[in-house]
């Protein structure tokens, strides 16, 4: 885990306003996404279903969103010192990226075993690349010393409400446009989308059900969400590499309140759920990204007849390692 | 060659009024597809790019414009014996779906080397696959019994004016979007999408210039609109395997006389581009759509500092078999 951020630096427990704020703070920094659908999905599903594409965000993913939130909230004197955060996702990227735009300097600490590609994301948006070994201590480790050289503050990949507004701004621009969406569904990692999503969705008139999706192999949020105790997993094992982070506290206490249900798919489904949306969809998405696809292709959750949100988290894939 | 339409089932030389007609005939049959751009591509080129995402058209290329504006402009009684034509691409699931959407028999002639899942998409719109050996002749022949035996209309994939007004309803709606576009690029093969763009590029206010993109290894558009003369290919060869047919004669002349220039991208160019638009974009172009891309990329084309419309033609891949 990240060293947990100070209630200060996180912010008070956010409301569809201080959502309605982080969009105001986003608005030209980052990607207005499109919404998709397919004829063909839809005849096959018996339902309306609409792709929030946040495969097509900057960065690749919705991580834009809480991480450019975060590093412009801060004040003038703290973002002055930088930001920091470690990462071996696409989090690493959007914190880079969000503090080149402010025009501070960003440290990721990524570790060893992390893909070439998301190293090289955060050095191509202007971020300073500290290495470190691969085990969650070193990564701490790396992380306070960069803290305690620099006074950078932490931008933690979800424990953090303001991170969690950010993340929010997906659901509010997708149900904004689509007032008629009966159930939203997002995938579940660490909680960031999907306490962000849920807030926004009991926030605004009107009911939508909101649905977690996670991988069986790291099925901590279905866990914790049915024990009502916050499980924190050893391994998770899964393709859906976004999502093997276990719940934020943060992230866990508004899911609590606020969510209708969490279901799970198997791996299987999810590739099969990728590869679905790629060839009938055009459109290039993540492990991550086809849970909640493979979650309603496979009869996990019955959608028919209803208009189904769906936000597509990523799109960063190594076209060179395809799973299928 | 498929045998030529009689002029009369092919109509006149069409205008921008025909293409507004066109569009008014696909209103709610075809998809209007969105228009996306890339910032870090926007950056890099010192320009702006507007990428017309026909890879989301139903059948998942332009080819549905072309066919359901020629099977939708088809008197009752002509309808009624119903359409043929012979592809070994995505023109024939355009008319497969085109004729099921209007609830008449379509027959698709299709070549025994033809790819599997372009046979099976004629299928699955519920066109009847007649098959044929490979070469020219026995496509022709496969045709021309089944046209006997019907009765049914060849809508040609290119050679035919309301197939040329439909594919131009792309540049409508994208140049209509966009009136500040300087430049119009598409790919050229049997040159009806060009051709249908051009029109619409000249007929509308401003000055747009149309520049059509084609793969070196099957320059017969570049060599025709140089000499002046048609020139027919004996084996064209590239990896752009919409692209591989010869301009079709009322398309040259459309081209003479409307398009500013052709030029020509080499093969590795054309597999790099494509993949550029996969990772930069997260949506999945098939290799006929990169060429436009590959032009700008590799500066064949000169865009700094202008508003640039890309008509992304196709999107359908075997992703089984990607080319890196």
Not at 273 to 288: F, G, L, Q, T
């Amino acid at each position: 885990m990240i060293q947990p951020v100070t209630d200060k630096m996180s912010g008070a427990r956010p409301t569809l306003e201080t959502v309605r704020d982080a969009a105001r703070r986003l608005h030209g920094r980052i990607n207005q996404t499109p919404v998709l659908s397919s004829r063909s999905l839809d005849q096959q599903l018996g339902a309306r279903v609409l792709f929030k594409c946040e495969n097509f965000q900057r960065v690749g993913a919705f991580k834009a969103r809480g991480a450019t939130n975060a590093v412009f909230s801060l004040d003038e004197a703290t973002a002055g010192r930088g930001v920091a955060t470690h990462s071996s996702g696409n989090h690493g990227a959007a914190v880079a990226l969000a503090a080149a735009e402010r025009g501070i300097p960003a440290w990721v600490v990524v570790p060893e075993n992390a893909a070439r590609v998301k190293r090289d994301a955060v050095a191509r948006y202007g971020g300073q690349v500290v290495d470190c070994g691969a085990g969650m201590t070193q990564r701490e480790e790396g992380l306070a010393r960069v803290v305690a050289e620099t006074g950078a503050s932490v931008v933690h990949p979800y424990d953090d409400y303001r991170v969690i507004a950010g993340q929010g701004t997906a659901a509010l621009e997708l149900l904004e446009a689509h007032p008629e969406i009966d159930m939203l569904l997002t995938p579940v990692g660490g909680g960031g989308l999907l306490s962000g999503c849920a807030l926004v969705a009991r926030g605004l008139p009107g009911t939508v059900q909101v649905i977690g999706c996670e991988p069986a192999g790291a099925d901590d949020a279905q866990r914790s969400f049915v024990s009502g105790q916050r499980v924190i997993l050893d391994s998770p094992d899964t393709i859906a590499d976004g999502l093997r982070a276990s719940l934020g506290e943060r992230n866990f206490a508004l899911i609590r309140e606020l969510v209708d249900d969490i279901v799970t798919v198997e791996e299987a489904q999810i590739v099969d759920a990728m590869r679905v949306v790629w060839e009938r969809m055009k459109i290039i998405i993540e492990p991550s990204a086809a849970v909640p696809v493979a979650a309603i292709l496979n009869d996990v959750i019955d959608i028919r007849d209803l208009t189904v949100g769906i936000i597509l988290s990523g799109g960063n894939v190594d076209l060179q390692r395809l799973p299928w």
